[in-house]
């Protein structure tokens, strides 16, 4: 059974950062497309970054390009978001997923309808 449990959500006032942790469990982070989304209320789900193992490659949403960066732990089979200069259009309930299966292409794709695992999204609130 594959689970995804993030953490690191929360308030931070504009300017600030904050970095969320998803933890796999059931799945090996290493060999997967990586996703996280954000969605706002009102609002549909929203592609933030992506990465493709296979191809190398990182995928921004122009949104976040120069503030928002990948990472992971293999050993703790865990990724991170980390977010720098947060700004009001930022809050929303992030999450990471993955696609139920590897694909090994290039690059990863920004829409959900890629992606069928997904973690429960820690609610993430930029206000001063």
């Known amino acids: 059974q594959v689970q995804f449990v993030e953490s690191g959500g929360g308030l931070v006032q504009p300017g600030g950062s904050l970095r969320l942790s998803c933890v796999s469990s059931?799945?090996?982070?290493?060999?997967?497309?990586i996703a996280w989304f954000r969605q706002a209320p009102g609002k549909e789900r929203e592609g933030v970054l992506c990465?493709?193992?296979?191809?190398?490659?990182?995928t921004y949403a122009e949104s976040v390009k120069g503030r928002f960066t990948f990472s992971r732990d293999s050993v703790k089979n865990t990724v991170y978001l980390q977010m720098n200069s947060l700004k009001l259009a930022d809050p929303a309930v992030y999450y990471c997923?993955?696609?139920?299966?590897?694909?090994?292409?290039?690059?990863?794709?920004?829409?959900?309808?890629?992606?069928?695992?997904w973690g429960q999204g820690p609610q993430v609130t930029v206000s001063s």
């Open positions: 990465v493709s193992p296979s191809g190398g490659t990182t």
């Open positions: 059931g799945l090996i982070l290493d060999y997967y497309d």
């Open positions: 997923a993955t696609p139920t299966r590897m694909i090994g292409g290039a690059y990863c794709s920004l829409l959900a309808s890629a992606y069928g695992y």
